[in-house]
T-cell receptor, first 112, second 118 residues
């Protein structure tokens, strides 16, 4: 069964600093997703990574995918308070048993 | 364009009762997914409906069931409620495109229904 592991689970950082969240998964998959969840809110889609070597950037967030290592990273550049949220990676399984399997999430707190 | 909608926002039930949660997908989306987000357990896949049929279900007992209507909206029913069913239930919808490496059936999530079982 597909397992998705994120680390760290908790991340407290200062504004202006850089950091990386890691997402490892256990079996081959075509696509990896990153979502953001604010407290009490639903999930917002951030990135879809479709192939090995894929890199996507939006503002201060950049996501990459290495399918051979089964690893995705979400890099935060010069963090600001507005980025405080929980970030989830999710991996899908193909075919008739299609579903998204989520990591446990990384709770990011950006302090002034 | 309207997003995924869910109702009710909050639902309070007692143990043993039944709960019905509703979801309307984004217009044009045929697939609906249900997830449970319980404290400490993360997001767990419950059910996937597409074109009115259940396509896959997660590791949940049969008292979790649902259906998808001809207009692609969906209902999640939870029978014989237990205390541990208290959670945020999220619905998502997506397009299911024909095969190919660039299909992007990203799931878009609704605001959720907070179910509390007393």
């Amino acid at each position: 069964e597909l397992k998705v592991e994120q680390n760290p689970l908790f991340l407290s950082m200062q504004e202006g600093k850089n950091y990386t969240i890691y997402c490892n998964y256990s079996t081959t998959s075509d696509r990896l997703y990153w979502y953001r969840q604010d407290p009490g809110k639903s999930l917002e889609s951030l990135f879809v990574l479709l192939s090995n070597g894929a890199v996507k950037q939006e503002g201060r967030l950049m996501a990459s995918l290495d399918t051979k290592a089964r690893l995705s990273t979400l890099h935060i550049t010069a963090a600001v308070h507005d980025l405080s949220a929980t970030y989830f990676c999710a991996v899908d399984t193909r075919g008739s048993n299609y579903k998204l399997t989520f990591g446990k999430g990384t709770l990011l707190t950006v302090n002034p | 364009e309207a997003g995924v909608t869910q109702s009710p926002t909050h639902l309070i039930k007692t143990r043993g009762q039944q709960a019905t949660l509703r979801c309307s997908p984004i217009s044009g989306h045929t697939s609906v997914y249900w997830y449970q987000q319980a404290l400490g357990l993360g997001l767990q896949f419950l059910l996937w409906y597409d074109e009115g049929e259940e396509r896959n279900r997660g590791n949940f007992p049969p008292r979790f069931s649902g259906r998808q209507f001809p207009n692609y909206s969906s209902e999640l029913n939870v029978n014989a409620l237990e205390l541990e069913d208290s959670a945020l239930y999220l619905c998502a919808s997506s397009l299911v495109l024909a095969g190919g490496p660039t299909r992007t059936d990203t799931q878009y999530f609704g605001p959720g229904t907070r179910l509390t079982v007393l």
